[in-house]
């Protein structure tokens, strides 16, 4: 089958789940643009239509799957439940949404370090993709941020109403989300837990352990 050119691109969406399952099975050093393109059947040449380089689909694979989970847990975190319930639920969507996009969720675990380690200086002599680079990557950890303080500000609050007993709350979060994270790693579809399955186990350890 003929690979398509840039005037007939696939959507925007497509290549970046093309992207995290080629980064998943070869890693971010292994895998080239030309592995990417093929997964969705476009030229290489047509991929830098989409994206300037390598670093920056990265960027946009990692910034989707963090806009992602955004949206789900904001949604959460505004209701009006108590804060255990809100705490159960956000265990619940985050580990459904990693099992439901276990190459997203790998890539977030592995790629991190590769976003850190990226030389925009020495990959660009156009000073604008520089800064634009570095501008979105210092916004992305930002972000990451913010969905980390959306499961840290709901734990507090319920320590606060009596709900949680004392912890320390940024240790805790980091130790629930820690432990969410790697799920992208081990979990494989049809194996013997389903997502809902182990969203229910994750759940009950952890609330288990934080309620008075």
Not at 87 to 116: D, K, P, W, Y
Request: glycine fraction near 6%.
């Amino acid at each position: 089958m003929a690979r398509k050119p840039a005037d007939q691109s696939v959507d925007r969406e497509d290549i970046l789940w093309a992207a995290a399952e080629v980064l998943r099975r070869r890693g971010y050093d292994s895998a080239t643009m030309k592995d990417i393109a093929a997964q969705v059947n476009l030229t290489a040449a047509s991929l830098y239509h989409h994206f300037k380089n390598k670093d920056f689909l990265l960027l946009s694979v990692l910034e989707y799957g963090t806009d992602l989970g955004i949206e789900k847990l904001e949604s959460i975190f505004n209701s009006q439940l108590s804060c255990a319930a809100k705490l159960e639920a956000m265990i619940r969507a985050h580990i459904l949404g990693i099992t439901q996009n276990v190459a997203v969720g790998t890539a977030m675990v592995f790629e991190i370090r590769s976003l850190l380690n990226v030389n925009v200086g020495n990959r660009s002599r156009n000073n604008k993709t520089q800064m634009e680079y570095v501008a979105r990557r210092d916004h992305f950890f930002e972000r990451r941020d913010y969905f980390e303080s959306l499961f840290r500000d709901t734990l507090l609050a319920g320590i606060e109403a009596g709900e949680f007993r004392p912890v320390d709350a940024a240790i805790v979060t980091k130790t629930i989300l820690g432990a969410h994270n790697w799920i992208g790693v081990w979990f494989r579809e049809g194996g013997r837990l389903s997502g809902d399955e182990v969203a229910d186990v994750m759940a009950d350890l952890f609330m288990s352990a934080l309620r008075v």
